[in-house]
């Protein structure tokens, strides 16, 4: 459904606004009017909801067009204003005072190609509005955010958030004239500049990956990056943010460090090492290189022990509290395997 368009009409002459309908829907403009007389009048009716678009006549009771595009312009800057002027010395002087167009009044049939020229007008703006108010929100929300958020287009960074500036170590002026992948670790450096590229242009790439960056310090961290397509002040852009996961991976590395270690430690025992709950299900089990099992070690999981007729029990491990205990394998070749636990 086609929105009607809310017009206020400035003008003191009722026969001369009824024109100016007639001559608006005779050119297929769906609107509804309001026709306002006064200044005072005006001032409200900008400040209750601000119209489309405002037709002035120039002269009217108690203040003029100039004056009524002052007040436009402080009050609602956004809704283009037409002025009807007398004379072309007039119409210029509204055009340098912010007119969006003028019609003069014996030329009335440039009257409906001008408001629909200034609905277009208005309806850019309101997006444009409207484009403003939602990055100041989002520019204002990632300012206190830990991760670092950047927008990245035609081959430089725009913006930057502080934690960005902290982490990477660069002051705003310095990243600004910076290539986002200038920043990344040179082995990773084709496949992130690579990516970044096919995404602006709008190509399938991952949207989430791991990779490594030097500081301004020449520090190297990791970066934990989700980016994807965005129009950055009605250019295609890639916004992207990241979580610097520097000190997990090196707990991670430092994990599976310890981890090693002692696994080689535990190989290198000689004896049965084994985990086994209370109902005899054998959690994990290490057995010496040499032992001669009758079963595979993976045979035995998760097996109880005590219920196997080949393993023979030689003390009290059934007891829930038991700490050690003997126990015979059955060798694969013969002969038996006595071991404690």
């Known amino acids: 459904m086609v929105k009607e368009a809310l017009i206020l009409i400035l003008e003191d ?8 309908e007639r001559e608006l829907r005779r050119g297929g403009v769906l609107f509804v009017s309001k026709r306002i007389e ?3 009048a005006f001032a409200q ?3 209750d909801s601000a119209p489309d678009v405002i037709l002035s006549d120039y002269k009217l009771c108690d203040f003029d067009g100039l004056q009524a595009l002052a007040m436009a312009r402080r009050g609602c800057p956004d809704v283009p204003l037409i002025s009807g002027v007398c004379g072309e010395d007039l119409a210029t002087e509204a055009f340098t005072r912010g007119a969006t167009d003028y019609v003069l009044k014996d030329r009335l049939y440039r009257l409906v190609p001008a408001v629909k020229d200034a609905l277009e007008l208005a309806e850019r703006r309101r997006a444009e509005r409207a484009a403003r108010e939602t990055e100041r929100k989002f520019f204002a929300l990632t300012e206190t955010l830990p ?28 990243l600004m004239g910076m290539n986002f992948w200038e920043i990344v670790h040179p082995d990773f450096r084709e496949m992130v500049c690579a990516r970044g590229l096919s995404r602006q242009l709008g190509d399938i790439v991952p949207a989430r990956y791991e990779f490594p960056i030097v500081t301004r310090g020449g520090e190297m ?23 610097d996961i520097t000190d997990a991976r090196r707990a991670a590395e430092a994990l599976r460090d310890s981890e090693h270690r002692f696994r080689l430690l535990v190989d290198a025992m000689p004896d049965f090492i084994f985990r086994v709950r209370a109902d005899g299900t054998i959690l994990d089990i290490k057995a010496p290189k040499d032992a001669d099992l009758p079963v595979s070690v993976g ?14 029990w030689n003390g ?25 636990a």
């Open 45 to 47: 009716a900008i400040s």
């Open 38 to 40: 006064t200044g005072q």
């Open 299 to 312: 045979d035995l999981l998760p097996s109880g022990w005590w219920n196997r007729p080949d393993i023979i």
């Open 221 to 243: 961290r990791w970066l934990d990056c989700t980016a994807t397509r965005i129009d950055f002040e009605g250019q295609p852009a890639v916004l992207g943010s990241a979580l």
């Open 147 to 174: 991760a670092i958020v950047f927008v990245h287009q035609d081959g430089k960074l725009r913006y930057m958030n502080p934690a960005g500036e902290q982490i990477l170590g660069y002051s705003p002026q310095e």
């Open 13 to 20: 002459c009722p026969d001369d606004a009824d024109l100016v």
């Open 316 to 340: 009290p491990f059934r007891r829930a509290r038991c700490t050690r205990s003997s126990f015979n394998f059955p060798g694969a070749r013969g002969g038996a395997i006595s071991k404690r």
